[in-house]
């Protein structure tokens, strides 16, 4: 019986890793899909024409992109929810911290897929809008919602700030407790919660002035962040914890 409970968990260990890994991948695929359709069919913007016009004509041409690559997103999001619930159950004592934990760490995944489905509904609505819409009214409506919710990020923006710095308190608190035995990997667990914290709040605070200069600092940490949930997958694959 003990060995099946053994068995069972080992299997269970090795599930957590793989959606870890899997999340990893899918997000790197979209990654560089983005940058090969950005090569292949580069956005043209006109003189005069508002950059949320130029974007909805480009996006058009793109039918379904943006709802596929920000809704199946979310999904892979919803499903990395595992993640932080396996962890905790591997926990062999359960403290107010782990707790906290694993709050962060699911409430963080889970408000990055409801941003990202929030988006992609949104964006995709705005395109139709655009598209069946021969009215300036219409169009003008279809531009701005384009605007709100893609350019300037809308709620999304905020949602992201807010699932990131869930996301840094779930990494600095399971560095400790799982892998407290490899000084490198919990070392650097602690500079990516932390550069998480640093990064987003900075974010914040710049977008309430209405600046986006951070974006690609924090597109950076993201990538720390994917490359740590990485590590985690593979050591969990692995059967590498405490």
């Known amino acids: 019986m003990r060995g099946m409970q053994i068995s069972n968990r080992e299997k269970w260990i090795k599930c957590i890793g793989w959606i870890a890994i899997i999340h990893v991948v899918f997000i790197l695929i979209w990654l560089i899909i983005n940058i090969i359709l950005s090569i292949t069919v580069p956005a043209t913007f006109d003189q005069g024409v508002p950059l949320m016009e130029a ?45 906290t934990g694993l709050i962060a760490g699911v409430s963080g995944f889970l408000i990055y897929s409801v941003s990202f489905m929030l988006q992609a509904v949104s964006v995709a609505y705005a395109i139709n809008l655009y598209q069946i ?6 169009r003008q409506f279809a531009m701005h919602v384009f605007e709100w919710t893609m350019l300037e990020g809308g709620f999304s923006t905020s949602l992201y700030v807010l699932s990131n710095l869930l996301l840094a308190c779930w990494v600095i608190l399971y560095s400790k407790q799982l892998f407290n035995e490899n000084k ?59």
């Open 184 to 242: 490198r990997l919990r070392l650097f667990g602690y500079i990516v919660g932390g550069s998480l914290i640093i990064g987003y709040l900075t974010s914040w605070v710049f977008l309430m002035f209405g600046h986006h200069a951070l974006h690609l600092v924090t597109e950076t940490i993201g990538m720390l962040f994917l490359l740590w949930l990485g590590l985690i997958g593979m050591r969990l694959v692995r059967g590498q914890v405490n």
């Open 55 to 99: 974007g909805l004509e480009y996006h058009s041409t793109l039918v379904g992109y943006v709802a596929m690559d920000h809704g199946s997103k979310s999904i892979v999001m919803l499903v990395t929810i595992l993640v932080p619930i396996g962890m905790y159950f591997l926990l062999p004592n359960k403290s107010f911290a782990s707790v």
């Open 133 to 138: 819409h021969t009215t300036e009214y219409g």
